[in-house]
């Protein structure tokens, strides 16, 4: 395990709000000057292979949706003991992808990352539509102040870009994705 952080975004763009931990990770990446010693990732798609970011990583801070009590726009913090301890019911695939897999982890290897959640309570993931809610989109700078602070107290202390990328101008892309070949 080295000394590095993950900061993983799950959800699924498909589905409005529940996109908001990629669409988070994203914003970061283009936005801001990344350390080597901290990976930005889509984790939205990863699966089992979530797994290995919690074994090889010293840090990891997941970046989501939640399903505990609260109205659209809450934001929360979570230890991965605290969000284990919320009970089984969930109201998405990425909730409870990411405590599969930190059960599993606790069970594997002694050798298992620091994991905290930095996550906002959606206000509509039923919809098949690349967005987010205006309910959502007004909490999102609060949203990844926290993320900024999360990462901060983990020793990351990110610098933005002279260039910065709207929210905006990433959720275009996300439903208007360009395929850009270089030869």
Known sequence: MNNSCALIGLGN???MDDGL????AEYIKQNYETPLNLCVLDGGGLGFTLMTYFQEYAKVIIISTTSVDGKSGD?????????M???STRSSANEVEAVMMLEICSILDDEMADVSIVSMKPHDIIPV?????????????????LILDSLKTSGIKLEPKKELVSLQEILDNFSNPTQSIHI
Do not use: C, H, R, W
């Open 75 to 83: 934001i929360f913090s979570f230890t991965k003991d605290e969000l």
């Open 85 to 87: 301890s919320q009970g």
């Open 13 to 15: 763009v498909m589905f």
């Open 21 to 24: 931990g990629i669409y988070a």
């Open 129 to 145: 539509k690349t967005d987010l809610t205006n309910e959502v989109q007004e909490k999102f700078p609060d949203f990844i102040e």
